[in-house]
């Protein structure tokens, strides 16, 4: 895509990155409607950096998948056919009524998008709560950060970054866990690194040797799924040795005799026989970060997406508590958030559980202030969780139809055979999306969308920075941006339903969607509209016209109802599935620097030849053992299916331990995952699954050997 500096550009628009959270600002630079180089800008939250999706990856907007006009299947069995957005509308929306009408507005579900804007993830959720009548809304947090979002949430009343990336000079010492930051956030990566070599001290919690654990000063290769031990053991050992920060303790948190029972057996050496880390080592960190001026924390999905994921994430809270890493510049509870918008997609209430600004469908008095905002009575009912739902299907009382923007379940969510079974059996699905995905052959409608470089509205990156995109193209044929289609089905649905006022969906454009949301959430927006996001970024809370935004959360109270930290107990859970003697290996999922989920975008880029094929690792002592070659196929099995991919022979991978990408959807690693959830967040359980592997020919690769 970059062509030499002498080519004169037709014209240079400033906007953010769609891929990752980081949300860096770039400069496309456009010749005959076609981007010929990417550009970082100097300013935060980049200064200058990029990486190869950023610079390379952008293809997609072009490529013949794109979709381009409405499309309808009239009868189920039928073929999807070209149709006049007004008909498209008048299907989808009549159908979701009927629906409705049959079964009670609780058999939809409407799936918001943390690729889409904030004003449209508001919409979304406007969507489900206003005009269909139902608290059934979710989007991808929920396969994420959903176990970061229950634990931060109860302890801390907030469950956003607490601190900042430009703090990352200011941490003594940087505790990174299951984060492969240098691929995932890279500009973060990079500028960890930067700061380790400057002095912090890095410690890395990772099973896989990967990017940073190479120059970390203490790496804990633990077990997987073992993090609530390791992280208890250490809190328990800076409580014994008197460590910890009594006077922050006394003063901000609550819960501590109940937190104290439950890590009673959490000793040094029952944790080394439990996460495989010498005790010496687990004890060093813990020194290390209690006696740190400022220690930040950092993690994602190695957390996260575990049968326990919110009490991994609860030892971390109750970790930064005790040693009072929290309210600090340099401090902090970082969750790095995956999805350029994901961070906007929860704080515009795209969540079954709470309205814009995370306030709860469960009180009375928010419903009613938005029963009026919208001239819409407010469901009681609580909502479900996306992976509630899908599970749901087919069953009584369950979902009938689904309403899906910008999300790719037949790639992404667990358990492949068990999704396409569900999906075949709903009665009516929409995919409203920008390409050909793969859950695209299952919609009865079809809404083509506008990309990011289409449309105007704001993205939130992981660090709380609103940003304005802007319209670099015009979309292709008959796309439409996301925030106008769902205005006009909330219009046409309002109107069947009789559920809102239909004068409600009339909107000029996205800045007139985000007046809406920011009269009814000042506290965290009301000093932010797209006038003075056109001159400055600014991070909420920014309640006032006059207030810069807020960095460092929590510096004298916590936003829980007591305005303490509540410490909670973290008991370890093993997980669901234990390899045994047919399934001698643990499925560790994820991803790699070049590819983004199940490739959709990525793949339909120059990414493609970049990193043409899936490679699953695989640690030598466990290649000899099962006599894999290096380079070789090899089928990776599971009790749900199989796939076959390339072996990685290396020691990246811990032994016992195979490692494989998500990104390639026709070996999709979603073959292989199981449908079970961490009880209190509803996460699948990705990041473990027994496997056994098998060379796809013996005799060659035993030959090899
Ligand atoms: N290139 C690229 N970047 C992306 C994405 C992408 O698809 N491609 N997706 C974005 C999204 S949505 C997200 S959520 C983020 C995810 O970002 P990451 O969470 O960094 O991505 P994963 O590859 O899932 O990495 C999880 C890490 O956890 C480790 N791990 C596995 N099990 C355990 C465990 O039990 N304990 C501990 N402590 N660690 C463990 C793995 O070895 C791995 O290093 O990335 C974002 N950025
Ligand atoms: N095994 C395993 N599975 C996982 C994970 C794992 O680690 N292991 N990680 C999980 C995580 S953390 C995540 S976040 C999910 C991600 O899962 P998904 O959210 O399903 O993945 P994406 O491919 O990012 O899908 C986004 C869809 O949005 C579309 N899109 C892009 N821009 C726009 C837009 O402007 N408008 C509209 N309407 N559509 C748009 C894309 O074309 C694509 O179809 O996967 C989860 N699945
Ligand atoms: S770090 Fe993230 S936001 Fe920045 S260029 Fe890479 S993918 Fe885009
Ligand atoms: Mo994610």
Request: charged share 20%; glycine share 8%; net charge negative.
């Amino acid at each position: 895509m970059n062509r030499p500096l002498h080519v004169q550009p037709d014209r240079v628009v400033s906007t953010v990155c769609p891929y990752c959270g980081v949300g860096c600002r770039v400069d496309l630079y456009i010749k005959n409607e076609k981007i010929y180089r990417v550009m970082a800008q100097e300013g935060p939250p980049n200064y200058g950096a990029l990486c190869v999706k950023g610079r390379f990856g952008l293809g997609f907007l072009h490529h013949p998948d794109r979709l381009t006009a409405p499309l309808i299947r009239r009868e189920k069995g039928g073929e999807l056919e070209p149709a006049t957005w007004d008909e498209a509308l008048s299907f989808a929306t009549e159908r979701l009524a009927q629906i409705a009408r049959e079964h009670g507005p609780d058999a939809l579900y409407f799936v918001s998008s943390a690729k889409a804007s904030n004003e449209e993830n508001y919409l979304m959720q406007k969507l489900a709560r206003a005009a269909a009548g139902t608290h059934n809304v979710d989007h991808c947090a929920r396969l994420c950060h959903s176990s970061s979002t229950a634990a931060l949430s109860r302890s801390l009343g907030s469950a956003a970054m607490s601190n900042t990336i430009e703090e990352i000079p200011l941490s003594d010492v940087i505790l990174v866990t299951g984060s492969n930051t240098v691929e995932t956030h890279p500009v973060i990566g990079a500028m960890i690194k930067k700061a380790a070599r400057n002095g912090a001290y890095l410690i890395v919690v990772d099973p896989r040797r990967v990017g940073l654990a190479e120059v970390a000063d203490l790496w804990l290769r633990l077990r997987p799924g073992t993090d609530p031990v390791l992280f208890g053991a250490m809190a328990r050992y800076l409580i014994e040795t008197g460590r910890h920060d009594r006077r922050f303790v006394n003063r901000r948190a609550e819960g501590f005799d109940a937190w104290w029972e439950s890590v009673k057996e959490y000793t040094l050496e029952h944790a080394e026989s439990v996460t495989g880390v010498p005790a010496a080592k687990i004890r060093e960190a813990a020194e290390r970060y209690a006696a740190a001026g400022a220690a930040a924390t950092y993690w994602a999905m190695g957390m996260t997406q575990h049968n326990h994921g919110t009490e991994n994430v609860q030892a971390l809270v109750n970790l930064a508590v005790l040693t009072g890493q929290l309210g600090k510049p340099g401090a902090g509870l970082n969750p790095l958030r995956g999805q350029n918008n994901v961070q906007g997609a929860g704080d515009m209430g795209a969540l079954p559980n709470v309205y814009p600004g995370y306030q709860p469908t469960a009180s009375a008095e928010v419903r009613q202030r938005w029963a009026d905002t919208w001239g819409a009575p407010q469901p009681e009912t609580p909502g479900v969780t996306m992976t509630q739902a899908f599970e749901s299907i087919g069953r009584p009382g369950g979902i009938h139809a689904v309403y899906l923007m910008g999300e790719d379940p037949i790639t992404s969510e667990p358990y492949q055979e068990h999704v396409r079974a569900a999906l075949e059996k709903l009665d009516f699905l929409i995919v409203q999306d920008i390409l050909k995905n793969e859950t695209f052959p299952y919609a009865d409608v079809v809404l083509p969308a506008a990309s990011f470089a289409e449309k105007h509205g704001t993205f939130t990156n992981t660090d709380r920075r609103v940003q304005l995109i802007q319209p670099v193209f015009d979309p292709p044929g008959e796309a439409r941006p996301d925030w106008w289609i769902l205005a006009e089905a909330g219009r046409r649905l309002s109107l069947l339903t009789g559920q809102s006022n239909p004068d409600t969906w009339e909107y000029s454009g996205p800045d007139a969607i985000w007046d809406e949301l920011r009269r009814n959430i000042p506290e965290m927006f009301g000093g932010i509209d797209h006038a003075r996001l056109a001159r400055e970024d600014l991070r909420w809370p920014c309640p006032s016209k006059t207030s810069p935004g807020v960095s460092v959360l929590f510096t004298d109270r916590f936003y829980t109802d007591t305005g303490r930290a509540k410490l909670m107990p973290a008991p370890w859970r093993p997980p669901a599935e234990q390899p045994g003697d047919d399934y001698p290996l643990v499925l560790s999922t994820g991803r790699v620097l070049y590819h983004w989920h199940g490739g959709v975008l990525s793949r339909r880029s120059a990414l493609s030849k970049a990193y043409p094929e899936m490679k699953v690792e695989v640690n030598p002592a466990d290649a000899e053992r099962y006599h894999i070659a290096d380079g070789k196929p090899v089928m990776v099995i599971s009790r749900r299916g199989s796939i076959q991919a390339t072996a990685w022979v290396t020691d990246r991978a811990p032994e016992g331990v195979v490692f494989a990408p998500i990104h390639f959807a026709e070996q999709s690693a979603n073959r292989l995952t199981k449908n079970t959830y961490d009880p209190t967040s509803k996460i699948p359980e990705y990041k473990f699954a027994a496997v056994r592997l098998e060379p796809l020919d013996p005799a060659e690769a035993a030959a090899e050997i």
